[in-house]
């Protein structure tokens, strides 16, 4: 299937003067390809209406538009344009496949799908890059943020979808587009686990978030760590407060108190950014029970570890890395934006960051990998020792920190899960 901009396949004169369009001949050519003045028609209706753009305001447009559309094809017509106007266009119908976690559109046009069986390529294929383009600009607007050669790079959450696109030049070769999809809320633990109650790790991370640990989930791109996060927010106990801070909303765990904060852009002349660091100072500010970093990415991650040793256990947030043990690596490069030592980021952690959650991929299942601990090694710099990580059966095998662990959960009277 292919996308362009070129008139749709099946148009041609008629006697009357008006031109008629074949949704079906443009089906066959690509999808919906659809004629700008009905576009733009629809657009300035949008536009120019109070509420939403309704199946009627498509109707009434295509009528104003001139064009002749048969009665059996008006349905097909209003929803191609649905397509192109609203939702995520083109990509709707991928996103809306079962199981599909991100739709992926490259410099060349190609779209792709991840999900359970890994990252595959689709039929879908957009021949003209300005379709990309308008789809690009047109996401990032309805996400409140602008799109163009001043400001080429856009990251926004519509809905239960995180986009981020990019324009040329920073993109070489043509634009491109990431849809991250949400799962919306939290379905638990036992939900994500393969297995569910069964899998061996089920009781060890309860057991993590019953004891009020502080802990990161690590992973790399599409691991699964957010996803995890969120299933893990949503089994802490209902009389908790949440709060959540991220660069972008994402997560939305199954809990009746959760409150949510988000960093914001700043104009065009730069003027009025929030960033990370000042949001999770605020968020002390706002009595939490558990402070979440969604992504410790820059440096914030200073804040966040003050934060968890001033008293603030249960924390939780993500990072990412190739493994467990690259994890202290990563945080010291990121103390290191806010000039933090590595001296001084080894003995902030060792007392505020309890355990390491690892996630990865087996056989396209998204599961932890590894649960470990992070310690000083005596020579100022930080070390993983491992907790507990799955043998060949697939079975838990302690490490050298699972008694450290074990002594900890049982000081405040939860069993051992192992």
């Known amino acids: 299937m292919s996308l362009n901009g070129s008139p749709a396949a099946g148009a041609r004169d008629q006697p009357t ?44 447009a295509v009528r104003a538009s001139g064009l002749v559309v048969g009665s059996s094809s008006a349905a097909q017509v209003i929803r191609l344009l649905q397509e192109d106007l609203q939702g995520l266009g083109p990509l709707q119908a991928i996103a ?29 294929h957009f021949t003209d890059p300005e379709r990309i383009r308008a ?18 790079f856009a990251d926004v959450v519509v809905g239960r979808y995180r986009i981020h696109a990019v324009l040329p030049p920073i993109s070489t070769g043509g634009p491109l587009i990431s849809v991250r999809i949400r799962p ?48 893990l927010l949503g089994e802490s106990e209902p009389t908790e407060r949440l709060l959540i801070v991220e660069d972008a909303r994402e997560l939305e765990p199954d809990h009746p108190h959760v409150v949510g904060l988000q960093c914001r852009t700043g104009n065009i002349e730069g003027a009025g950014a929030v960033g ?8 002390l500010r706002m ?10 990415r820059g440096a914030e991650v200073s804040d966040f570890l003050t934060a968890m040793n001033t008293g603030h256990d249960g924390a939780g947030g993500t990072v990412h890395a190739s493994s467990a043990a690259a994890v202290p690596a990563r945080l010291a490069a990121l103390a290191a934006l806010s000039g933090m030592t590595g001296t001084a980021l080894a003995v902030q952690t060792g007392s505020a960051l309890d355990l390491v959650i690892h996630m990865g991929r087996i056989g396209g299942r998204r ?52």
């Open 96 to 124: 809306d496949e079962p199981g599909t976690t991100d739709v992926l559109v490259d410099a060349e046009g190609r779209v792709w799908r991840d999900g359970e069986e890994g990252l595959c390529r689709t039929a879908l």
């Open 135 to 152: 789809l690009a600009v047109r996401l990032a607007a309805s996400g409140g943020r602008r799109l163009d050669g001043a400001q080429p």
């Open 367 to 418: 599961t932890p990998l590894e649960l470990g601990r992070l310690v000083p090694d005596g020579h100022g710099f930080l070390t993983v020792s491992p907790v507990l990580h799955p043998g060949t059966d697939q079975a838990l095998r302690p490490g050298p920190s699972a008694p450290w662990l074990a002594g900890l959960l049982a000081e405040r009277s939860i069993p051992c899960p192992w």
């Open 287 to 296: 009595r939490p029970d558990r402070l979440v970093v969604g992504e410790c």
């Open 17 to 60: 003067g008006r031109r008629r369009w074949d949704p079906r001949a443009s089906a066959r050519s690509g999808g919906p390809d659809l004629d700008e003045r009905l576009l733009e028609e629809v657009r300035r209706r949008a536009l120019g209406g109070a509420g939403p753009l309704t199946g009627a305001d498509l109707a009434d």
């Open 184 to 231: 919306g809320r939290s379905a638990g633990l036992k939900a994500l686990l393969p297995g569910g109650t069964s899998n061996p790790w089920h009781p060890v991370l309860l057991a993590v978030v019953r004891a009020r640990l502080n802990f990161l989930v690590s992973g790399g791109t599409g691991s699964g760590k957010t996803t995890l996060l969120g299933a």
């Open 276 to 283: 990370m660091t000042e949001l999770v100072r605020q968020a």
